[in-house]
């Protein structure tokens, strides 16, 4: 005879304790009434001694080890700056791009100044004539702005986002 | 658990070396939840070596409304799940464990038979029964705390261990059948 998913749910409670005395007093009554309950009883009970013999698994000596050499090699690896301080970093050397972008806007720079070497050199210590250097002051402030965005650019792929990619990745990973 | 909140902030705080700490107290449950879901050692101690160097990357992320273990188990269970999933191809079809039985069923069932009878029928569950019985059977986490490892209601897996436990017994008595033909 086969017994009912009601009956299959009692006989799990009956062996796991969790009925109470009143519930368990019915289901033994029903058991010794059934020879298909009986059966299935046996059947649980051997598979729950079974299973009470699962035993805690242990991995190998090396585990610990292995583990504080990977987070060791990891912390070396990483830059030094933290994604904070680079993000920090970014911001500062973009603010001096504004900066100097604004004051070469506004017509600062653009006066030109130029060094006469031989005023103060020839004759004095060489007799050869020196050319006059010219210098544009927008020029120069132009060569820094387009230097320090190549830095931004440098700094905000390694110093930000690629450790922050790294950070993704290793937390859906 | 003070005391192993205070060991968390003092490894958040930089000192690494006290982490091994946490490895050593928690590495076999670690271990034991990876192998029962991938069934394999060597995957199994990889799987949970990830599942430690990331509980260590997220430790600020602690929020310490439940036991570190607790929350430890649930990254090492997704982990397992999630290696599971992407090296799904690799593994044994099940087709390939039930011909395992009818080969080797030429012996009495004693005690040891009956757990690699067990073992195998484990395998025809799926990961969150198998896991939820396998918790249950350690004895050492309430229905809750399985729950919270795998994300699941406490009467969920209730559920899922008399679920796994009802399969379990057919597929030990069906074996037990064979075994009675065959002597």
């Known amino acids: 005879m086969k017994i009912s998913q009601a009956e299959e749910e009692r006989l799990q409670e009956y062996i796991d304790g969790t009925l109470s005395a009143v519930e368990k007093d019915q289901v033994e009554q029903l058991i010794k009434n059934s020879p298909a309950l009986q059966s299935r009883l046996s059947e649980l009970n051997m598979l729950d001694t079974t299973l009470r013999s699962t035993r805690m698994e242990h991995p190998s000596d090396r585990f610990t080890h292995s583990i504080m050499g990977k987070l060791q090699a990891a912390s070396l690896g990483n830059t030094s700056l933290s994604l904070r301080n680079s993000v920090f970093l970014l911001a500062g050397v973009l603010l001096v791009v504004g900066i100097g972008s604004v004051l070469v806007g506004s017509g600062v720079f653009d006066g030109t100044s130029s060094i006469d070497l031989n005023e103060t050199l020839k004759n004095k210590y060489i007799p050869e004539s020196f050319p006059t250097i010219t210098l544009s002051g927008k020029l120069i402030m132009n060569i820094i702005i387009i230097i320090n965005l190549a830095i931004a650019f440098i700094i905000l792929d390694r110093a930000v986002l690629k450790p922050w990619f790294a950070r993704r990745t290793r937390m859906h990973a | ?183």
């Open chain 2, 1 to 183: 658990m003070t005391n192993e909140f205070l060991l968390i902030d003092r490894i958040i705080a930089g000192e690494q070396q006290l982490y091994a700490e946490l490895i050593n107290r928690y590495k076999s449950y670690a271990f034991t939840i990876a192998l029962k879901i991938l069934q394999n050692r060597p995957e199994a101690e990889e799987t949970a070596q990830d599942a430690f160097i990331k509980a260590y990357h997220a430790l600020d992320k602690f929020n310490r409304e439940s036991k570190f273990s607790t929350w430890l188990y649930r990254i090492v269970f997704n982990t397992a799940i999630s290696y599971k999933r992407k090296h799904k191809a690799i593994f044994q079809s099940l087709d390939n464990v039930v011909i395992g039985h009818a080969q080797e069923g030429e012996n009495r069932l004693e005690h040891d038979d009956r757990k690699r009878f067990i073992e195998q029928g484990m395998s025809k569950l799926n990961d969150a029964d198998r896991l939820a019985v396998n918790l249950f059977y350690l004895q050492e986490f309430s229905l809750e705390e399985i729950g919270a490892i795998t994300g699941m209601q406490a009467n969920t897996v209730k559920v899922r261990v008399h679920r796994a436990r009802q399969k379990l017994a057919d597929e030990l008595k069906n074996i037990l059948q064979k075994e009675a033909l065959t002597l």
